[in-house]
């Protein structure tokens, strides 16, 4: 039995086998063939078995996504049968030449012709002939092939780190959690995790160390943590802790449809944020009264090249269409800070956060902006949109970025496209400065949406992936509670709404601050919503507000949190 | 026996449209080979089709030989046709 400590960043308990993520051993020599008509027997077995694969991979895409999102693996399919390239390949193989060194010499040569051409559609099928011929080879080395979507047994997933694609790939029906050796609250992973709603622990540093391939994993999402190889008592005690917190999900059932309103009636909206088009399942399945936060820059990651317009139109015009009269705020792309782009170079920088980023590049580069608006603009008649900007610091900035939409907007218009006509043009305040001015905001913002991940690194300096500092991130600092109530009551002054849409909106501790303060919208992790919508039914509004003056009198976040123990 | 084409899908003969019509024509034992620019490919081979990086506008010849050319080739026109890909010249 080994027990070690992570952070918990999405509540439930696991027990289930490890399956580890590790990267596969794929090395080989180059060795002389004289039998060439059993080695090619052994290449085209490889063939047939990672087609197989390749089958399963492609019907569980079509059946969780649809038929559009497994084409690629159609395309790889296609790939791994391509004649031409198996006939130079067996052709190598005729010249003595062992099957993994022909196969690696003749797919570089086929990856090198389409890297070198100007397209990057074409550029991107480079990687699609790396992966197909990595699948090849692990059949031919009989290395098992990491892939997430053929797992069909109940697992635990042991890794490094886990990609926000790795995770979108996960089948909730059996991976059972994940434990990550890297990571934090907010990394996204974690978000991804609360997301799709199983339990995980990231950043205990030697996971993937201690734990060996089967070994019995038990995994406690909220206490960050995990027993390898557990003994008869403590499988006993999990199962039972398991057992309760499956009653008490059970219990928050019942609030999936009922309406978000305090003790009192006073109605607040409790929506949901999204990473990519299929999240929105998960904020429907729970009950939201909307998505308060679509992250947009998901469509761009894990990807070779821009997401075109008419992807992105996809990807919206799915979201709207399942969200259909509820709001659906989109924050336009926040790219750079933590967030790269493998195919945008950005510049190395000193202070990633303090760089350019988010809006500051949207506003740099306006032809990549354009595609963004077009596609939103375009999806703006399938549902109720709202769009945000990230990382405004200045009016400046907002009254830009809200000029080049009704440019767009009028493009579209002029060219016979349809376009929603009332789309609410808004901000995220997460930037000391504009929480300060929140009342010149509010005067040309339809709404406001309180960012609270990054306006606590602002306002308390602190780099929130750095470790060293990572005392410094608090949510409660009287500081950060100030610029919220000041971001609040300066929107209602001017009669717009205002909402969260950082981790602190489904935080138990913060939620009746918040309603105390008069916040509209609460936007958070799908799972967090009916814990949520259970604690505010308790709250009663006009009660928790005569304790504003003394929670903004407070001095310390430690005073803050013993004020909610005791007083709410 | 050979047909001529016009592509008109706005991406050329990318993605999609090349996955269709080289997964229709694969069944067939002919050989199927397609032609744009003076330079011949097997049909069947995706990735000698994409490295041909046909645009849209494009002419391109489709052509079979064997015992089935025939068939193979309505059957490439078929999809051209159904999926918007391209119209016979």
Same mark, same amino acid.
């Given at each position: !039995?080994?027990?070690?400590?992570?952070?918990?960043?999405?509540?439930?308990?696991?027990?289930?086998?490890?399956?580890?993520?590790?990267?596969?051993?794929?090395?080989?020599?180059?060795?002389?063939?004289?039998?060439? $008509?059993? @080695?090619?027997?052994?290449?085209?077995?490889?063939?047939?078995?990672?087609?197989? /694969?390749?089958?399963?991979?492609?019907?569980?895409?079509?059946?969780?996504?649809? %038929?559009?999102?497994?084409?690629?693996?159609?395309?790889?399919?296609?790939?791994?049968?391509?004649?031409?390239?198996?006939?130079?390949?067996?052709?190598?193989?005729?010249?003595?030449?062992?099957?993994?060194?022909?196969?690696? @010499?003749?797919?570089?040569?086929?990856?090198?012709?389409?890297?070198? !051409?100007?397209?990057?559609?074409?550029?991107?099928?480079?990687?699609?002939?790396?992966?197909?011929?990595?699948?090849?080879?692990?059949?031919?080395?009989?290395?098992?092939?990491?892939?997430?979507?053929?797992?069909?047994?109940?697992?635990?997933?042991?890794?490094?780190?886990?990609?926000?694609?790795? =995770?979108?790939?996960?089948?909730?029906?059996?991976?059972?959690?994940?434990?990550?050796?890297? #990571?934090?609250?907010?990394?996204?992973?974690?978000?991804?995790?609360?997301?799709?709603?199983?339990?995980?622990?990231?950043?205990?540093? +030697?996971?993937?160390?201690? $734990?060996?391939?089967?070994?019995?994993?038990?995994?406690?999402?909220?206490?960050? &943590?995990?027993?390898?190889?557990?003994? %008869?008592?403590?499988? %006993?005690?999990?199962?039972?802790?398991?057992?309760?917190?499956?009653?008490?999900?059970?219990?928050?059932?019942?609030?999936? /449809?009922? @309406?978000?309103? /305090?003790?009192?009636?006073?109605?607040?909206?409790?929506?949901?944020?999204?990473?990519?088009?299929?999240?929105?399942?998960?904020?429907?399945?729970?009950?939201? /009264?909307?998505?308060?936060?679509?992250?947009?820059?998901?469509?761009?990651?894990?990807?070779?090249?821009?997401?075109?317009?008419?992807?992105?139109?996809?990807?919206?015009?799915?979201?709207?269409?399942?969200? #259909?009269?509820?709001?659906?705020?989109?924050?336009?792309?926040?790219?750079?800070?933590?967030?790269?782009?493998?195919?945008?170079?950005?510049?190395?920088?000193?202070?990633?956060?303090?760089?350019?980023?988010? &809006?500051?590049?949207?506003?740099?580069?306006?032809?990549?902006?354009?595609?963004?608006?077009?596609?939103?603009?375009?999806?703006?008649?399938?549902?109720?949109?709202?769009?945000?900007?990230?990382?405004?610091?200045?009016?400046?900035?907002?009254?830009?970025?809200?000029?080049?939409?009704?440019?767009?907007?009028?493009?579209?218009?002029?060219?016979?496209?349809?376009?929603?006509?009332?789309?609410?043009?808004?901000?995220?305040?997460?930037?000391?400065?504009?929480?300060?001015?929140?009342?010149?905001?509010?005067?040309?913002?339809?709404?406001?949406?309180?960012? +609270?991940?990054?306006?606590?690194?602002?306002?308390?300096?602190?780099?929130?992936?750095?470790?060293?500092?990572?005392?410094?991130?608090?949510?409660?600092?009287?500081?950060?509670?100030?610029?919220?109530?000041?971001?609040?009551?300066?929107?209602?002054?001017?009669?717009?709404?205002?909402?969260?849409?950082?981790?602190? $909106?489904?935080?138990?501790?913060?939620?009746?601050?918040?309603?105390?303060?008069?916040?509209?919208?609460?936007?958070?992790?799908?799972?967090?919503?009916?814990?949520?919508? $259970?604690?505010?039914?308790?709250?009663?509004?006009?009660?928790?507000?005569?304790?504003?003056?003394?929670?903004?009198?407070?001095?310390?976040?430690?005073?803050?949190?013993?004020?909610?123990?005791?007083?709410? | 026996?050979?047909?001529?084409?016009?592509?008109?899908?706005?991406? #050329?003969?990318?993605?999609?449209?090349? =996955?269709?019509?080289?997964?229709?024509? +694969?069944?067939?034992?002919?050989?199927?080979?397609?032609?744009?620019?003076?330079?011949?490919?097997?049909?069947?081979?995706?990735?000698?089709?994409?490295?041909?990086?046909?645009?849209?506008?494009?002419?391109?010849?489709?052509?079979?030989?064997?015992?089935?050319?025939?068939?193979?080739?309505?059957?490439?026109?078929?999809?051209?046709?159904?999926?918007? &890909?391209?119209?016979?010249?």
């Amino acid at each position: !039995m080994v027990e070690i400590r992570g952070i918990g960043v999405s509540n439930g308990i696991a027990i289930a086998p490890a399956y580890r993520l590790v990267e596969p051993d794929l090395s080989f020599e180059k060795i002389q063939i004289s039998d060439t $008509a059993a @080695e090619k027997e052994r290449f085209r077995a490889a063939i047939t078995s990672a087609k197989g /694969d390749l089958e399963i991979v492609r019907d569980r895409a079509t059946e969780k996504f649809g %038929a559009e999102h497994s084409a690629i693996f159609e395309a790889h399919l296609l790939v791994l049968q391509d004649p031409e390239m198996s006939a130079s390949i067996e052709a190598k193989i005729d010249e003595g030449v062992n099957a993994e060194a022909a196969l690696e @010499e003749i797919s570089s040569n086929f990856v090198a012709i389409f890297e070198a !051409m100007d397209n990057d559609y074409m550029k991107e099928r480079a990687s699609d002939i790396r992966d197909v011929s990595q699948r090849i080879l692990e059949k031919l080395l009989h290395v098992e092939t990491m892939d997430l979507t053929t797992i069909d047994t109940n697992v635990i997933i042991v890794a490094h780190d886990l990609t926000p694609s790795m =995770t979108a790939q996960l089948n909730k029906e059996f991976v059972q959690g994940f434990v990550t050796n890297i #990571g934090g609250r907010t990394s996204h992973s974690a978000i991804l995790a609360r997301n799709i709603q199983i339990p995980a622990v990231v950043g205990t540093s +030697t996971a993937t160390e201690q $734990a060996h391939k089967d070994d019995l994993v038990i995994l406690d999402g909220a206490k960050g &943590i995990v027993i390898i190889s557990p003994t %008869a008592e403590e499988i %006993a005690k999990y199962e039972a802790l398991q057992l309760e917190f499956e009653a008490h999900q059970q219990a928050l059932r019942p609030f999936v /449809d009922k @309406e978000s309103i /305090d003790a009192e009636g006073h109605h607040v909206e409790l929506a949901g944020n999204i990473g990519r088009p299929e999240d929105v399942e998960l904020v429907v399945a729970n009950g939201a /009264d909307g998505v308060g936060l679509f992250r947009t820059e998901f469509l761009y990651m894990d990807r070779n090249s821009f997401p075109t317009e008419e992807e992105q139109y996809e990807s919206y015009k799915t979201v709207l269409e399942k969200m #259909g009269d509820k709001p659906t705020v989109v924050r336009t792309l926040d790219i750079g800070g933590d967030k790269e782009l493998s195919y945008l170079k950005l510049p190395e920088e000193m202070n990633p956060f303090l760089g350019y980023r988010a &809006i500051r590049l949207c506003l740099d580069d306006k032809e990549l902006f354009r595609v963004q608006m077009r596609a939103l603009l375009r999806a703006s008649v399938f549902g109720n949109l709202k769009v945000m900007f990230p990382m405004i610091a200045t009016l400046d900035e907002f009254r830009e970025a809200k000029a080049f939409l009704l440019e767009v907007k009028e493009q579209l218009l002029s060219e016979g496209q349809a376009v929603a006509e009332h789309i609410e043009v808004g901000m995220m305040v997460e930037i000391p400065s504009a929480a300060v001015i929140a009342d010149l905001f509010a005067k040309e913002a339809d709404f406001l949406s309180i960012g +609270t991940n990054d306006l606590i690194q602002y306002t308390l300096a602190a780099d929130r992936m750095n470790e060293k500092v990572s005392y410094l991130y608090q949510p409660y600092h009287p500081a950060v509670l100030r610029l919220i109530k000041m971001v609040v009551d300066a929107g209602h002054a001017n009669g717009r709404w205002v909402g969260m849409c950082g981790e602190m $909106a489904g935080d138990a501790v913060a939620i009746p601050i918040l309603h105390a303060f008069g916040l509209d919208e609460f936007s958070m992790s799908a799972s967090s919503i009916l814990p949520a919508r $259970a604690q505010l039914a308790q709250l009663s509004q006009s009660a928790l507000a005569q304790h504003t003056d003394s929670i903004l009198s407070l001095s310390t976040a430690a005073e803050v949190e013993a004020y909610v123990a005791e007083n709410f | 026996m050979e047909k001529q084409f016009k592509i008109t899908s706005p991406e #050329g003969l990318h993605a999609r449209p090349c =996955t269709l019509l080289v997964a229709a024509v +694969t069944p067939f034992s002919s050989d199927v080979k397609i032609s744009y620019n003076d330079r011949a490919v097997n049909l069947k081979s995706i990735m000698g089709v994409m490295a041909l990086g046909i645009p849209t506008g494009a002419n391109i010849t489709i052509s079979a030989e064997g015992a089935d050319a025939e068939a193979a080739i309505e059957k490439a026109a078929s999809v051209i046709s159904n999926e918007n &890909i391209g119209e016979e010249a």
